[in-house]
């Protein structure tokens, strides 16, 4: 099994794995998730050495850290060092909000996928991203191996990850006052436009046209935020929230 980015793969129709011998082989599509850009594929080879998975969870702001993969496509098994240079980073990353690592060890276009190691050689991340733009150099990104084993473990055992909470709704930012204007409403913020019939929200008594305006206690200004608050529950976990409706501001605990 061969970890790798979500959106290495995504939209591929033959996913192909080169070793460092030169052996190269047609890997089978095991599973894949957008929202934490990780993926699982698989290969028919004999007596690979599995990367040793570290922990994440215990790294400092300097620890050192190793990337190694492919940048620029063409320069497979690349070598660079730098440290952790800060832990949990909330990124949004094609609109999916992301807590992540970020090092300066040299990351480029091609590493996504690749490992980031500790001074041990121990697997502690999977880099994702890299900030880009002129004059930009020192700022990659990996998601940690902590956050990554249970959605690996799903994905190897179920294709695609089924524990994640859903709110069974649909959201719409409204920005501005022709945005308001269009969903007729009077302020700006974030609404809920479509609900699923028996999912979460529709079992609290959510309603369309309800205004989020907090979730467990942290003010909503985004779509982007009610996900990053979904995140850091579990299926069948309780979310506090207080949404405003025909001027009324009313208190509700919704199931996950």
Do not use: C
């Not at 190269?24 to 690979?48: C, F, H, M, P, R």
């Not at 949990?88 to 091609?110: C, F, K, S, W, Y």
């Not at 998601?143 to 524990?163: H, K, R, W």
């Not at 006052?177 to 969903?183: C, D």
């Amino acid at each position: 099994y061969i970890v790798t980015n979500h959106h290495v793969i995504d939209g591929a129709s033959k996913v192909t794995v080169t070793l460092k011998n030169g052996k190269t082989y047609n890997a089978k599509y095991v599973g894949s998730d957008e929202q934490s850009d990780l993926a699982v594929i698989k290969i028919d080879a004999d007596d690979l050495t599995p990367a040793v998975l570290g922990d994440s969870d215990q790294l400092s702001v300097g620890d050192t850290a190793v990337a190694i993969g492919n940048p620029l496509g063409t320069l497979g098994g690349t070598f660079t060092t730098g440290v952790i240079s800060a832990l949990d980073r909330e990124l949004t990353i094609d609109g999916e909000t992301m807590t992540l690592m970020q090092t300066d060890a040299a990351v480029n276009p091609g590493n996504s996928g690749g490992g980031l190691f500790d001074a041990n050689g121990d697997l502690v991340g999977i880099i994702n991203a890299k900030s880009s733009g002129n004059n930009v150099e020192g700022l990659g990104f990996a998601i940690p191996i902590s956050n990554a084993t249970d959605i690996i473990d799903e994905l190897i055992a179920n294709g695609e990850v089924t524990s994640r909470p859903t709110l069974g709704v649909s959201l719409y930012e409204v920005t501005d006052a022709n945005s308001a204007a269009q969903l007729g409403v009077d302020s700006t913020g974030v609404y809920i436009v479509q609900i699923v019939q028996g999912g979460s929200a529709d079992l609290a008594g959510l309603q369309t046209g309800d205004r989020i305006v907090s979730v467990d206690g942290t003010e909503i200004t985004s779509a982007d935020e009610v996900r990053a608050a979904l995140n850091e529950h579990s299926t069948g976990d309780q979310m506090n929230m207080v949404i405003e409706r025909n001027g009324d501001t009313i208190e509700v605990r919704v199931s996950l």
